[in-house]
């Protein structure tokens, strides 16, 4: 099964990629290396999360957050690429989380993220990670995820 049939399978849609809020582009080509810029949870084209994780948000729906975030990744790389399926391996996310003072759980928030990569490319899924607690994100969004991934040359 090829990768985009197993998102359609588990029931995602790939938006268009969501505009820039700034002077970059949403992702960028460098050889067989892809980087999405930094990724809003935007669920059809509503920013759907915003707020601070440990007082709007649990860590569950944080985790939903990340998801959205990544998905959103994989709209900007399919923007450059044309099809998810010349992804060859995950190589890198970074998650950062809308956090509270004393709130500490963003490496569970950014497991949305991660394992949603896992379902959907299985060992090619599985990469390199930060995930990083931070007192404000743009537009007050509640995460942020960007990725690197190898493409098939």
Do not use: W
């Amino acid at each position: 099964m090829s990768f985009e049939e197993k998102i359609a399978e588990l029931g995602i849609e790939i938006p268009e990629v969501p505009m820039p809020l700034a002077a970059y582009v949403p992702a960028v080509q460098a050889g067989e290396l892809i980087f999405s810029s930094g990724q809003l949870p935007f669920v059809k084209g509503e920013l759907k999360y915003k707020g601070k994780l440990g007082i709007d948000f649990t860590v569950e729906q944080g985790y939903e957050a990340a998801k959205a975030c990544v998905v959103n990744c994989l709209a900007a790389i399919k923007s450059v690429i044309g099809s998810l399926d010349d992804i060859e391996q995950v190589v890198k996310l970074t998650g950062y989380v809308n956090s509270a003072p004393g709130f500490t759980s963003q490496p569970l928030v950014i497991n949305g993220a991660s394992e949603l990569l896992v379902e959907i490319f299985g060992e090619k899924g599985k990469h390199a990670r930060a995930a990083v607690g931070v007192n404000e994100l743009p537009l007050g969004a509640a995460a942020e995820v960007e990725m690197i991934v190898k493409i098939k040359v």
